[in-house]
Structure formats: C-alpha cells, structure tokens
C-alpha cells in the first residue's frame, strides 16, 4: 500500500507542475475544437449502441477534475443521480462539487479504493488519467477495479493520448496495444482523435479554421477514443 500511496502523491505532484488552467480554457480555439470533437465522437457512439434513454445509464468517471466532463454527460442526457466522479486532487474536487448538482456523487482521493458497488455502472469514464500513471502496477490497478464497476453489456469510454511527449517526463503515451492488454477480456473499438496540442496551440493562434485543415489528416491525431465493452 505505500507504494500506491506513493504513486497517487507523485501523481499529484504532475499534475500541480503543469501549466495553468488557461491553457486548457474553452476559450483557446484549440480547447473548445478538441473538445466538441470528442463530443461528437461520444455521441456517435452512443447512438450506435442504441443508447437513447441515457437517464436510465449509470456513468462513473475516474478523475474527474474539476467536473467539466460530467456536466458534458448532463447535457447528453444523463440524469445527475446517476453520475458520479473520483477526483484525486482536493482543490479540483472542491470546484466540481460547487459546479455540479448536488445528486452528483464525488469521491475524493485513490479512485481505486471508491465505494462503488461491483457490476453497477453502465460506463466508466477515463480521459487522460492513465498517462499520468507512470507506474505498471498502478495502471493495472486501477483498470482492474473500473472493470469490476462494470455490468454486463457496459463499457469503458476512454480517452487518452498514444504517443510520448518527449518535452513532458509526466507522462507519457497509452498506446492501443497496452489498452488491450489493461482489459483482455474487453471488446476493443477505437478510433484516432484530436490534432496534436502542441501543433493545434500553434496552428489555432494564425487561425482557428486550420485546426479542421490540419486535423483532416489521420497521422496527426494523437489520442484514441477506445470503447471497450463487457459482454
């Protein structure tokens, strides 16, 4: 157990080196682009899977920051009593808490050690968690209780990067191969997403329509979207 203390205390130490919270504004071009493209990716997969009364749907996710992707999910439909959050980070936590409806329910801390019952979620959330945890064991950990949260005919919606940022030692990328190897038992369906920040931070400053220019061009995504279901 100190060694996942220790991993949580280094996680969090990551997260408070980066830069501050303008860069990920939706007000930067880039920001609100990446981000209603992964809506619509989201929403897609929704559709496609015949979910359309989302208000019957159970979705927990895992570090949920300061609660802007569960008010995402809310405005898809889901009902706030059936949402819930695990934020490692206190002072985030805090913001989600002020932000969301009260019915929301928000853990603090290890989200591993949540209290959330066994095969009772219909999703479980990730967004670019995994490449922060830099440990093997930790990794693992964590995908092996997300798994346990899900019923059957749920699934894990993931969202993270795939490739290292050499100019960022705290983190680095989740390519799909170890996606599959995180949840063997999982049916695995991907897509690629999102033009590379550091080219849509500087493509987006000469003009926000490049983002689409640049985007349209499959090798310059560096994020996967990854359903992987239960069955």
């Known amino acids: 157990m100190s060694d996942v203390h220790d991993e949580m205390a280094q996680v969090a130490q990551r997260y408070a080196r980066r830069t501050g919270p303008e860069r990920y504004s939706l007000l930067q071009p880039d920001v609100w ?13 929704l559709v496609r899977r015949g979910w359309h009364e989302l208000a019957q749907r159970r979705l927990v996710e895992v570090g949920c920051g300061a609660g802007g992707n569960l008010q995402e999910f809310l405005r898809m439909g889901f009902a706030p009593h059936h949402l819930a959050g695990c934020e490692l980070l206190p002072e985030r936590l805090a913001v ?5 409806p009260e019915s929301v329910a928000l853990w603090g801390g290890d989200a591993a050690a949540a209290p959330i019952a066994p095969a009772s979620q219909d999703l479980v959330f ?4 995994f490449s922060s945890l830099l440990d093997d064991g930790t990794q693992q950990r964590l995908a092996q209780t997300m798994w346990s949260w899900l019923r059957p005919g749920g699934a894990i919606l993931w969202y993270d990067f795939t490739v290292d940022n050499p100019r960022n030692r705290d983190v680095r ?6 996606v599959r190897q995180l949840f063997p038992e999982g049916q695995l369906q991907w897509q690629r997403l999102t033009l590379a920040p550091p080219l849509a931070r500087r493509a987006c400053r000469l003009h926000p329509s490049l983002y689409t220019l640049f985007n349209a061009l499959p090798w310059l995504r560096t994020h996967a979207l990854a359903w992987i279901e239960k069955t």
């Open 33 to 45: 682009q990446l981000v209603q493209e992964r809506q619509r990716a989201i929403l897609r997969g």
């Open 96 to 100: 989600a808490r002020a932000g969301l």
């Open 126 to 129: 990730q967004a670019t968690v």
């Open 173 to 178: 990328g989740v390519p799909v191969a170890r």
